[in-house]
Nanobody
Framework: QVQLVESGGGLVQAGGSLRLSCVAS????????MGWFRQPPGKEREFVAA???????????YYADSVKGRFTISRDNAKNMAYLQMNSLKPEDTAVYYC?????????????????WGQGIQVTVSS
């Protein structure tokens, strides 16, 4: 089992960038598929991006259509870290962002695939 803590959130103007980090405790981080989700104000939590636990040539990544081309998910297994680089931010990206881990569940957009969640971190994009 891993535990997750997010950092890097805050307030940014539209068009700006932020990088969210997620540090995982535990020695088996490399076996976990990782995902990022977000919950906008007054809305349900939604999928943002996911990355596979293993890499042959490159890690497999999957994105929600709303962030494709603007956000990049990555991981550094040696540091037990996952990242979400967010560029060209829009006011509609304002949300609480969560990282999540699932043990070899595949690159999934479904919240039920992940059994470990961080506490969430606020990202606010002003217009």
């Amino acid at each position: 089992q891993v535990q997750l803590v997010e950092s890097g959130g805050g307030l940014v103007q539209a068009g700006g960038s932020l990088r969210l980090s997620c540090v995982a405790s535990g020695r088996t981080f490399s076996a976990y598929d990782m995902g990022w989700f977000r919950q906008p104000p007054g809305k349900e939590r939604e999928f943002v991006a996911a990355i596979s636990w293993r890499s042959s040539i490159a890690y497999e990544a999957y994105y929600a259509d709303s962030v494709k081309g603007r956000f990049t998910i990555s991981r550094d297994n040696a540091k037990n870290m996952a990242y979400l680089q967010m560029n060209s931010l829009k006011p509609e990206d304002t949300a609480v962002y969560y990282c999540a881990a699932g043990l070899r569940v595949g690159v999934s957009r479904h919240q039920s695939s992940y059994d470990t969640w961080g506490q969430g971190i606020q990202v606010t994009v002003s217009s």
